[in-house]
């Protein structure tokens, strides 16, 4: 087998794709899509995990007290270009992974040593746990309640939109620890366990009659002092942190994927079909775009610096570059979108209605516009005609 003792990025991207090319095969049914719905995917993507921990791939990029290799950021944004140049579609997992694995290792390395090799193995499978129905956008006005108690505290209330949620084990739970008044001051960051008592798990199917999400109940469910994240009533900041993950990395990583996916579709362009031309080349431009804003965002990120409120940017600029990609697509595959009903087209379908969403996952592109002209350009606050 390849040696994946290699340290430099430029080390580590060489010995990848050939290890890639030598594994071909193994990894040919990583590249199709498959039956089973969301469960299915998951249970499909556990075996790419413990493929790619096994040969130590996804183990770099992590702190090794934690069960990583050593690197940084470079190196796990490596793995997905390399993953998504050779065509293998890199799973939903790896997008928990990036939201809530660096809050982790960065706030409970114990915590993280605990879980991050068993999700890297594809044993455990987490969820991100913010969203509320009164609390999306505005997410200082969380109502999921943490009574301090003498060994932690105990929760109640209700999350929704999780991610993963009808699978997951774990929760990164963002919930109130103060007055209901005290908005972003009087929130704590909690690592639950979604197996305890008074935790109920209700699959949200939707539209496209996926179970892609989870609405999860909280009854008076003990939580354990030593699974606060971060400090108490600092919960706004571990989000804060966590925002430049979903924001940065997530963008690095549906790049990888999406370029890989517009080269598909450029080939299945017919000479002279000026629509679906047009539209491949919109949706590289943005492309392009993209990948060079993330680059320098998971440059800094590398480098221990917060990237700040310009990591909005390359949220907006994904928002867009996905819906051109899948909007070139459908253009490209029009008879496969509209008629076919094989496992490729209902994949195609499934992706683009998934497109639409990159514009509120995340935090929705209307209030990251606020953000980059509050916070980046500093624009005078404008009054509504
Ligand atoms: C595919 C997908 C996956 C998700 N996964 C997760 C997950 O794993 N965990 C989790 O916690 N949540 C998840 N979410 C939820 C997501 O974070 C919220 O949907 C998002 O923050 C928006 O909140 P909301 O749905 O309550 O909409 P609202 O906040 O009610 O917004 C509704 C509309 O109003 C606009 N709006 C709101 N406030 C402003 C403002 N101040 N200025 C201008 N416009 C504004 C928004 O842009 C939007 O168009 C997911 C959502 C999607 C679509």
């Given at each position: 087998m390849t040696s994946t003792a290699t340290r430099t990025i430029a080390e580590y991207t060489i010995v990848l794709a050939a290890w890639i090319d030598e594994n071909s095969d193994n990894l040919d049914k990583f590249r199709r899509p498959v039956e089973g719905g969301v469960r299915g995917e998951v249970e499909h993507a556990r075996e790419l995990m413990a493929l790619l921990y096994e040969a130590g791939w996804s183990r770099w990029g992590w702190p090794e007290e934690i069960g990583g290799r050593g690197g940084s950021e470079l190196h796990r944004a490596a793995l997905y270009d390399g993953l998504g140049a050779a065509g293998v579609e890199i799973p939903e997992v790896f997008v928990i992974l990036e939201t809530v694995a660096p809050v982790l290792a960065h706030y409970s390395p114990e915590l993280a040593a605990e879980h991050l090799p068993a999700y890297l193995r594809g044993e455990e499978v987490w969820g991100q746990g913010f969203s509320e129905p009164e609390?999306?956008?505005?997410?200082a006005s969380v109502r999921t309640s943490a009574r301090v108690t003498d060994d932690g505290v105990l929760l109640n209330g209700q999350k929704i939109w999780m991610t993963l949620g009808p699978c997951a084990d774990y929760a990164m739970v963002l919930a109130r620890t103060g007055t209901p008044e005290s908005r972003h001051r009087g929130l704590t960051m909690l690592w639950v366990d979604l197996a305890s008592d008074g935790v109920t798990v209700r699959p949200i199917v939707a539209a496209n009659g996926r179970e892609e999400f989870a609405e999860v109940f909280f009854e008076d469910v003990h939580v354990p002092a030593e699974h606060r994240v971060g400090p108490q009533d600092g919960g706004w900041g571990v989000a804060m942190f966590l925002l430049q993950y979903e924001r940065g990395m997530y963008a690095w990583l549906r790049q990888s994927i999406l370029h890989h996916r517009l080269a598909t579709v450029a080939g299945r362009v017919r000479p002279g079909d000026t629509r679906p031309s047009r539209a491949?080349?919109?949706?590289?431009?943005?492309?392009?775009?993209?990948?060079?804003?993330?680059a320098t965002t998971v440059a800094a990120l590398a480098e221990g610096r917060n990237p700040g409120p310009v990591v909005s940017v390359d949220k907006m600029l994904l928002s867009s570059a996905e819906r051109a990609t899948f909007d070139a697509a459908r253009k490209a595959q029009f008879e496969e979108f509209v008629v076919s009903d094989d496992l490729e087209s209902t994949r195609l379908r499934d992706e683009w209605f998934y497109s639409r969403a990159a514009s509120i996952f995340g935090g929705a592109v209307d209030v990251q516009r606020d953000i980059v002209a509050q916070h980046v350009l500093r624009l005078p606050a404008g009054r509504s005609s």
């Open positions: 609390a999306g956008s505005d997410l491949v080349g919109e949706a590289y431009v943005l492309l392009a775009a993209l990948r060079a804003r993330c």
